[in-house]
Nanobody, 124 residues
Framework: VQLQASGGGLVQAGGSLRLSCAAS????????VAWFRQAPEKEREFVAA????????KYADSVRGRFSISRDFAENTVYLQMSGLKPEDTAVYYC??????????????????WGQGTQVTVSS
């Protein structure tokens, strides 16, 4: 599965962005799709995940209530709608896909395929 992440940009605090993660090569069926982010000099951290079949979701505490992950079957795409953005949300955002058991859904090491990353910058 090849992943193409897009939608990043520069936004003021309180603003919104929608990130997209499009798959090519095969569908997301049977996979979990997640977003991670990495700020300069920090570890890559889990943001949100969705199981393609069934649609179960999980969010990091830092984004719950502000971010929403969803999937589009027709477009074979996963979206991350980000609202109420804060300067601390500034990072490169990566989407990842893998056959991941739910107990490891927040572990970046559990994912085999990664997109190229898209920069999100939130100004104060």
């Amino acid at each position: 599965v090849q992943l193409q992440a897009s939608g990043g940009g520069l936004v003021q605090a309180g603003g919104s962005l929608r990130l997209s993660c499009a798959a090519s090569g095969r569908t997301f069926r049977d996979y979990a799709v997640a977003w991670f982010r990495q700020a300069p000099e920090k570890e890559r951290e889990f943001v949100a995940a969705i199981r393609w079949s069934g649609g179960a979701t999980k969010y990091a505490d830092s984004v719950r209530g502000r971010f929403s992950i969803s999937r589009d079957f027709a477009e074979n795409t996963v979206y991350l709608q980000m609202s109420g953005l804060k300067p601390e949300d500034t990072a490169v955002y990566y989407c990842a896909v893998g056959r991941v058991i739910w107990g490891l859904i927040t572990d970046p090491g559990a994912y085999g395929n990664w997109g190229q990353g898209t920069q999100v910058t939130v100004s104060s």
